[in-house]
């Protein structure tokens, strides 16, 4: 695996990394697996800022990408059971043990011109940066803000999990620009072929042509 660099068209707006790893599952976004390969799940690991940009990434395999999807459906099980008000036994189990491990160690070393970068102390493990998605979940979970902004998308073809930080708390999907505007222009049409029927209709001339009866000389 070569040096982690991000390349891909990810979406990160959905306010937390354990939420972005959950939109990377077939049916969230109406997209298929963006988890597809040891390579994508390189790349998404530094696009979420999960390590540093130019961290080798030479250990991560088909193994890693196993791990990580596992995890995603184990988040996403939870977080559905939170918002419907149900348990979510084993997958909170799950994530809790996994969270219990040590997240990758960070450094800050001279960068270019002298400015300090973040680093990671060791080459990074497939446990540890899972441990470090878990307590994010923890995170999210026990803090009463942020859980109280934990919303699903209602698109209706959009599974996704954001953060509302709205004022008033009042949005409704997990973008504006994507599945917002997509609603807009869906109730927009919806609402034109409403309109254009009835005038449509009216625009029919009456053509009934009289029976004339054969009888009358």
Same mark, same amino acid.
């Given at each position: 695996?070569a040096?982690?660099?991000? $390349?891909?068209?990810w979406?990160?707006?959905s306010?937390?990394?354990?939420?972005? /790893?959950? @939109?990377?599952?077939?049916?969230?976004?109406?997209?298929?697996?963006?988890?597809?390969?040891?390579?994508?799940?390189?790349?998404?690991?530094v696009?979420?800022? /999960?390590?540093?940009?130019?961290?080798?990434?030479?250990?991560?395999?088909?193994?890693?990408?196993?791990?990580?999807?596992?995890?995603?459906t184990?988040?996403?099980? /939870?977080?559905?059971?939170?918002? +419907?008000?149900?348990?979510? +036994? $084993?997958?909170?189990?799950r994530?809790n043990?996994?969270a219990?491990?040590?997240?990758?160690?960070?450094?800050?070393?001279?960068?270019r011109g +002298?400015?300090?970068?973040?680093?990671? $102390?060791?080459?990074?493990?497939?446990?540890?940066?899972? @441990?470090?998605?878990?307590?994010?979940?923890?995170?999210?979970?026990?803090?009463?803000?942020?859980?109280?902004?934990l919303?699903?998308?209602?698109a209706?073809?959009?599974r996704?999990?954001?953060?509302?930080? $709205?004022?008033?708390?009042?949005?409704?999907?997990?973008?504006?620009?994507?599945?917002?505007?997509?609603e807009?222009?869906?109730?927009?049409?919806?609402?034109?072929?409403?309109?254009?029927?009835p005038?449509?209709?009216?625009?029919?001339?009456?053509?009934?042509?009289p029976v004339?009866?054969?009888?009358?000389?």
């Open positions: 695996m040096t982690g660099k991000s $390349s891909c068209d979406r990160f707006d306010g937390r990394p354990c939420l972005d /790893l959950v @939109a990377t599952g077939i049916g969230t976004t109406g997209a298929c697996e963006l988890l597809d390969g040891a390579e994508r799940l390189a790349d998404w690991l696009a979420a800022g /999960l390590v540093p940009g130019g961290t080798r990434l030479d250990a991560v395999d088909e193994s890693w990408v196993v791990r990580f999807r596992q995890l995603r184990g988040v996403d099980r /939870l977080l559905t059971a939170e918002l +419907g008000g149900r348990g979510a +036994g $084993s997958a909170l189990e994530v043990a996994l219990a491990g040590a997240p990758p160690g960070l450094r800050a070393v001279r960068g +002298g400015k300090l970068v973040r680093t990671l $102390s060791a080459d990074p493990e497939c446990g540890a940066l899972l @441990a470090a998605v878990a307590r994010d979940v923890v995170e999210l979970l026990t803090d009463p803000v942020a859980r109280a902004g919303r699903r998308c209602e209706d073809n959009c996704r999990f954001y953060l509302d930080t $709205s004022r008033g708390r009042r949005r409704r999907w997990c973008s504006s620009e994507v599945c917002g505007n997509r807009r222009v869906a109730r927009h049409r919806r609402r034109t072929a409403g309109v254009a029927v005038e449509a209709t009216a625009a029919v001339p009456d053509v009934t042509v004339v009866d054969a009888t009358v000389p």
